[in-house]
């Protein structure tokens, strides 16, 4: 008899619930018991863990972040709370965990493999800095709110020559600016992959205006490292504000900032992010039926494939350059 | 030196501008001249081209519909005019077309490729009957639109049972009323491919009364055969009025009916949709530059794939099986 | 001591979350005890009632539907039921009554308030039919749903003329019909208020034509008398393939219908509906502080308005002439 | 016979299209010519005016921004090219000028109607800042925004206490954060018509994560003066950034900041907007065709009101007094 632990660990994200809902749904059908887990390792660790039953899975399709709750911890953690997580486990007569999450719950996942503790990560992050799956559930959604967002700047054109900046999430990675940027026509997109001297972007800017171009609008990842200076307020850089200064100091261009922050965290998934969350989650429980664990479910080249959580750790999720390259078409 | 006409053909879909757009700014980058068809292979035969330029294609990317028109004709149109639409094309120096569009115009891209009129496809249509590609251009826009209605009827409970029906496009497949309503959550999606009793559905609809959920949404496609009578109104079958007749005379379940119509088609592209636009318009750009001809440009497991016309006409574009089992699950 | 029962009664509508949440906190607010009936008056006479909490209204105020749940029974219901429901009220010791709801709703409270049972009504309801109030609680969401349907079949043009038919809500008034119309850009709004013969809207539509517009959208709201027969499908009229049917018989237009149903009564309130729903929610507890009963709560010119529901139920809301007027130069 | 030249200026607004699309549709049924004039005043002054069409506004009703295009200038400006103005308007022969904007349009207007050129004003600004209107075309959308950024951000919640502070426009007023703050349940608002120590929003923010909420979502204007310091990046000031490092350093609390910026003018307007703008543009050609001059057109109690533009330019249009003392209740 199967008995599985769910939980949604990490940074929230569009689309754990319905993630949630199919593993639950997929279980019931099989016959297996499924537990839900409280607020992700942490709760774990404190036991918090309950039976799940089909009212708990009603209805929650649509809703954005986690019914259970979240916490991101790093794999120390687990390490540390090795035996009280196992002890809570084997207590509720666990047979696997299917843990829902981002980088950081993949992380921990690899620890409990490492230590036989059977488990199965569902990729679930607005990063998509997950190896072993073309896209992570929520991407498609976090994207989307870009996108809105710029579709709104567009219409709100002016007589005289503006830039708007547009920060987005990504300290390591231009994967929601470059995606984002694209679906939202931006004029430039400054990812860390690809730092550019501020020059060079001061001058394309100038030239659109020549052109006359109403306006331009530049999507900028949070870490993009912007060469001037780095400002930070409340312990944190903003790069949007940065390279506003930088432009600032080097163009008489009027600018403006948004910071999108958590809004791209938030919201309904996307029809994207549903039907793979269904589909891995359900993917995940019939994993665990054919006995797999230490694997990370995902979707490549539109087919489910399981990657070994040793590899899916040790491995970046690159952005493919040949979309780089494409990108470069558009602006 | 090349000079591509581009054109949209058959009925309109979400995502035929970007595709557009992406068309055009590939174009420019190599240099080569675009020119745009008015209202598609009739405006062709009637000779409505004219060169494009950067402004042409300024703002267009969120645009629903298509800024140059569009019309469905059948291969016999291609047949007859076939001198007509050589003449045009011959006179304005145009050395490949590249056709925006649905199954139809596929068919007739056949027919030019069978008459040595070079030409390259780009696959948008919200249908997703397409063979060469997993998903057609708008499609996602499509089923999003079905999933954004199914969450509007979830957040309307009653007190009393109610069943909801849904009619959704799909005369002959049930790409959307599947996909719509499994990212919809729908309790049950009867598609043409697998039609089922009017009793099952009935025993269905009262099992979950007798559970105690307040009310059940049944997705349908158009092109369901409702078995005990066809209504038709102004020609025309009303599978979602047939399925509350048929329901009606076996139940006495209260039933209410939503036909989406042409909403289905409309609206600005989801992401998804402009990013298989912008990425496919480059790609058939780039296959017009290697020479390539009588092709669709398709996306086969996120990679750019190359499909013959004569193969991409003579085959369907069947849901995959696994997909259709898996969403059992759900209902 | 105040002990208030809330309730949300009649079909539902966006915003009746927003107006318990605006009576609790406001509650809460002046030490008052606030309980909950389930399923509008059916769950009360079951005496289902239960005391609320902060907790209870956490998080409810962009969520469609009720989560009380609701009911529509008619006044004669009440006047059965008078003792079984006083009964209740009084094991609870609820001092006044606050009912959010329809025009069946303000019925029944008429009842109630006949009969010395303490009560304040709050108009919520999406088809705006309730005298004392400007607007009442759910009917911009309403439009806004209408309004949103018609942009999208604006983005989908076609190259021959095409008639799109768009049947809204409302049995015996146009309030839906003509205020989304008019705010989608209808070509024409066929409401019960002002019925046209059928040939007069078939030369409409062919002027159009004539005048190379694209296509026309025709909203007709679902109990427009369409003159030539009317259909019914499952017990019910169809309205817009009534009008379908007789434009068909008599021009050779391409007709498409669109039946927006119980879309209508869902999604999330708009912002619009929401500051009404917390100002009316607020002015009914201010109004139970003032001892006052018997009336309903409304916004009159911008200013809380208290109407006797003695009125409230014998006088019908008439859209007003002047917006009647205003609408035909928009077609 | 009248000739009237139409205008947007000022900074742009969701709505602006729907007053030129109803200024336009009212003057065709009367008879009148109607010019649009590029860019606003400084189009003006260039004589950048054209006669308009059917075909102009077709299809603009949904589009945010202004199709003519706007500018913004001070009523010196007038002043300075006042004999220009007046020769440029006396060569198309035009008897009245309807000038569409923000209060800085309103300001040139009264210079208009101060040297005796006829004009009308319909307000159309997200600030709501015009005296002699309810609401200004746009606050609405405005508002919109902001409370659907505010249920994104509410529908990601952590374990930890996170308090999200979401910096909304206003540099001299809190209408937009008072309003769109209360639409989205923001747990609290700060603006400047109110300023409070931050020891009173950290003792509030305090309470509420000892009372278990998952977290805080702060509304602030950007002109809300933080006490501490007020930092300013690329010369303006960031009263989002600077409440955060404010918060930062007397709490421990984990802070986020979102910036909507420029997203708040843009967007499709929404209903109410679209409504507000039919009928003003539909009175202001009303007033011209009694006559009227020197007025500005708003509604006041759900009426068509004219004021005085030496009246609406002297007086502030200030947040009433119940509402503020509502917006109390929630938080």
Redesign the interface.
Known sequence: MRRIAVMTAGA?APGMNAAIR?VA??SF?LGYDVLMVR??F??LVRGEIEIMNKKTVS?I??????IF???RVSSEFAVQNLEKIRSVLESNSITTSIIIGDRSAVAVAAVFDANSIPCVVVPNTIDNDIFGT?FSIGF?SA???I?D?L??????????HRV?IVEVMGRQSGWLAL??G????ADFIAIPEQPVPIETLATHLKQRKEEGK?FSIVVVAEGYPVATHE?T???RP?A???L??A??STTNLS?????????Q????P???D??LA??LG?AAVNAVREGKSGILVGE????IAFTDLKEATSQPHVIPADIVL?AK??Y
């Open positions: 929230d199919s749904r997929r059908e607020d992700g942490e709760g209805g399709l649509p809703l954005g972040g986690s709750g979240s916490s073309d498609d994207i989307t709110t996108s967002a579709d709104k700047l567009h219409s709100t054109a002016s007589a005289h708007m995606y984002g694209l679906a939202g026509g109403d400002p307020v409340a312990g903003v949007g504000y940065g506003a200064e432009l600032a600018i403006r900032v948004t910071v999108l922050g958590y809004l965290r938030g919201g309904s996307t029809v994207f549903r039907l269904t589909r359900l490549v080249g539109q087919r494409e078409t558009f």
